[in-house]
């Protein structure tokens, strides 16, 4: 689409804005900043009280209402259909925004963007779910804004800016990822949650061992190392070292990531590609 021309005004009567003010140029770039704002449906949330079992307590009936408004709050949709073509996946490439109101406007009042997004067939997704970014920035004043994004579940969204400040911004709209990789993302965060690898060191005297840390371990596979913080209640596990006691752990460090989550099917919807998050 072809840049559109917006004068933002401070206040001035209309008559006056061409004397006082120059025009705002509104350009797409590729950045990441999160400000979404999940629609009005409410998707189930399943919770998931399975994992490290033997070491959760159960919530309260307080405790679990607010942790259902929580979830409910960060809940995401998913695509009414799983398993297509990545050519019926969303791309920025092919997808589209229009900027509306009059081409004045003014300090105090607010841009609404219009985002449409579209497969790689060049064809009207019908679902939501993607993660889109937006702001509002004037490199020139150092000044910027993230803009909220509303999903309406059906391949459109509304983005709406605050109009803070007089002068020359961009408007950066991206897809940090589309619907279809959003489903990969929430399948990792229920059934991979060691992806990150942590370890500690053992040592006594000329005798070292290392071995694997985390928030939870599997308890029937090895003897663990209890380091629960006692003020917060926060949990801390590490295998127990074979030839030495727990109270010989002498640091702790990130080990480095599993490789191993994605199948083939799902890392196409992960690969970057110069551009490709960017909409005309």
């Known amino acids: 689409m072809a840049p559109m021309v917006v004068v933002v005004n401070p206040g001035l009567n209309r008559s006056d804005v061409n004397d006082q003010i120059t025009s705002t140029f509104y350009k797409i770039q590729?950045?990441?900043h999160s400000a979404f704002e999940p629609s009005d449906n409410v998707w189930p949330v399943e919770?998931?009280?399975?994992?490290?079992?033997?070491?959760?307590?159960?919530?309260?009936?307080?405790?679990?209402m607010e942790e259902r408004h929580l979830l409910d709050s960060i809940a995401w949709p998913d695509p009414p259909v799983k398993g297509l073509p990545v050519e019926f996946s969303s791309n920025p490439a092919k997808s589209y925004y229009?900027?509306?109101?009059?081409?004045?406007?003014?300090?105090?009042?607010?841009?609404?963007?219009?985002?449409?997004?579209?497969?790689?067939?060049?064809?009207?997704?019908?679902?939501?779910?993607?993660?889109l970014t937006a702001r509002l920035h004037s490199p020139k004043l150092g000044a910027g804004v993230v803009g909220k994004v509303h999903d309406h579940n059906d391949g459109n969204?509304?983005?709406?800016?605050?109009?803070?400040?007089?002068?020359?911004?961009?408007?950066?709209?991206?897809?940090?990822?589309?619907?279809?990789?959003?489903?990969?993302?929430?399948?990792?965060?229920?059934?991979?949650?060691?992806?990150?690898?942590?370890?500690?060191?053992?040592?006594?005297?000329?005798?070292?061992?290392?071995?694997d840390c985390d928030m939870c371990l599997p308890h029937n596979q090895k003897p663990l190392c209890n380091y629960t913080d006692l003020e917060t209640g926060e949990p801390w596990y590490c295998y127990k070292p074979k030839k030495l006691g727990c109270d010989t752990r002498i640091n702790h460090y990130k080990g480095g990531y599993r490789r191993t989550l994605f199948n083939k099917y799902e890392a196409q919807f992960f690969k970057r590609r110069h551009g490709d998050r960017e909409m005309q």
């Open 30 to 32: 590729s950045s990441i």
């Open 47 to 64: 919770v998931n009280y399975t994992y490290c079992a033997q070491f959760v307590q159960r919530p309260t009936a307080e405790e679990a």
């Open 98 to 131: 229009v900027i509306q109101g009059e081409p004045e406007q003014h300090i105090g009042g607010q841009l609404v963007v219009n985002v449409h997004v579209h497969n790689f067939l060049g064809l009207p997704k019908r679902h939501g779910g993607d993660f």
């Open 157 to 211: 969204y509304t983005v709406l800016f605050p109009l803070l400040w007089a002068g020359e911004v961009h408007v950066e709209i991206t897809m940090v990822h589309p619907s279809e990789a959003v489903v990969v993302l929430k399948r990792l965060r229920k059934e991979q949650t060691d992806t990150v690898i942590f370890k500690s060191l053992f040592r006594s005297g000329d005798l070292s061992e290392t071995t």
